[in-house]
Nanobody, 117 residues
């Protein structure tokens, strides 16, 4: 059974940091591209960061503040978030993408991140 389980969300003050984790199981983790998305209330889900064989990508609004990383031995992907801003408030989702012609995608349930004083 495929599972992506996010953790590490919570309430943090502006300027603070959080580290999100996403533990994967049920598929060959090392063969998948891993990404983090987020969805704020009333807004569409947006890609925050992705890690592929070609490198990493970040949406402009988080460049220099967020870092995506993965540990294939632990089947886990991380999102280190620094210098958090109120506009980073959203539900953050982990995504696994097989790439290729017949793409397979898996999603986690999401973890809430709230940046507020």
């Amino acid at each position: 059974q495929v599972q992506l389980v996010e953790s590490g969300g919570g309430l943090v003050q502006p300027g603070g940091s959080l580290r999100l984790s996403c533990a994967a199981s049920g598929f060959t983790f090392s063969s998948y591209y891993m990404s983090w998305y987020r969805q704020a209330p009333g807004k569409q889900r947006e890609l925050v960061a992705t890690m592929t064989s070609a490198g990493t990508y970040y949406v402009y609004s988080v460049k220099g503040r967020f870092t995506i990383s993965r540990d294939n031995a632990k089947n886990t992907v991380y999102l280190q978030m620094n210098s958090l801003k109120p506009e980073d408030t959203a539900v953050y989702f982990c995504n696994a993408n097989s790439g290729g012609t017949n793409t397979i995608e898996h999603w986690g349930q999401g973890t809430q991140v709230t940046v507020s004083s």
